[in-house]
T-cell receptor
């Protein structure tokens, strides 16, 4: 059963703590993406990776970091430098950059 | 910089009605346009993808059109049902500028179909 999984579904953290969100895909896609969704603002691109061991900043990368050590995995770390981390985070993948993107179920992060 | 706008922001209709959701974009240099559905607290489900060379795509009760030169797309839903209630998002895949190869999303239309 191919697809994209994100874990956990809900995540709660105290302000000042780093937190890592998981994204795994078994679609054999080269490209992977992280988006942030806030109410009324649509989706905004945080980071993307076209291939293993390579990634680029998106439109709102400040306060976030990523790694791409394996083709299947693209974890996102929300650092304490991110001023407003509470949001819904969506991971996506595509065969290569520029092709149709498929989305995971999302992780809702709440920081208090 | 590409901007995508969706109108209306919210729509409430009775069951059975035909409806149209609108999407406009400012830069016509796109590879494709995609319509997604999002249920509350869930990820995105792709509904229709229209390549830049195409005029429309159909899937069941859904029909999406694309006029690239004017920067517009519409999603037509026929015979709406309560199960169609969701947020509908439009996104373009950019073919030029600083957003090359990236998706730009609209803010979505919240659709409610009441029995």
């Amino acid at each position: 059963d191919g697809g994209i999984t994100q874990s956990p579904k809900y995540l709660f953290r105290k302000e000042g703590q780093n937190v890592t969100l998981s994204c795994e895909q078994n679609l054999n896609h080269d490209a992977m993406y992280w988006y942030r969704q806030d109410p009324g603002q649509g989706l905004r691109l945080i980071y993307y990776s076209q291939i293993v061991n390579d990634f680029q900043k998106g439109d709102i990368a400040e306060g976030y970091s990523v790694s791409r050590e394996k083709k299947e995995s693209f974890p996102l770390t929300v650092t304490s430098a991110q001023k407003n981390p509470t949001a819904f985070y969506l991971c996506a993948s595509s065969m290569v950059q520029g092709y149709e993107q498929y989305f995971g179920p999302g992780t809702r992060l709440t920081v208090t | 910089k590409q901007e995508v706008t969706q109108i209306p922001a919210a729509l409430s209709v009775p069951e059975g009605e035909n409806l149209v959701l609108n999407c406009s974009f400012t830069d016509s240099a796109i590879y494709n346009l995609q319509w997604f559905r999002q249920d509350p607290g869930k990820g995105l489900t792709s509904l229709l993808l229209i390549q830049s060379s195409q005029r429309e795509q159909t899937s069941g009760r859904l029909n999406a059109s694309l006029d690239k030169s004017s920067g517009r797309s519409t999603l037509y839903i026929a015979a709406s049902q309560p199960g169609d209630s969701a947020t509908y998002l439009c996104a373009v895949l950019n073919a030029g500028g600083t957003s090359y190869g990236k998706l730009t999303f609209g803010q979505g239309t919240i659709l409610t179909v009441h029995p």
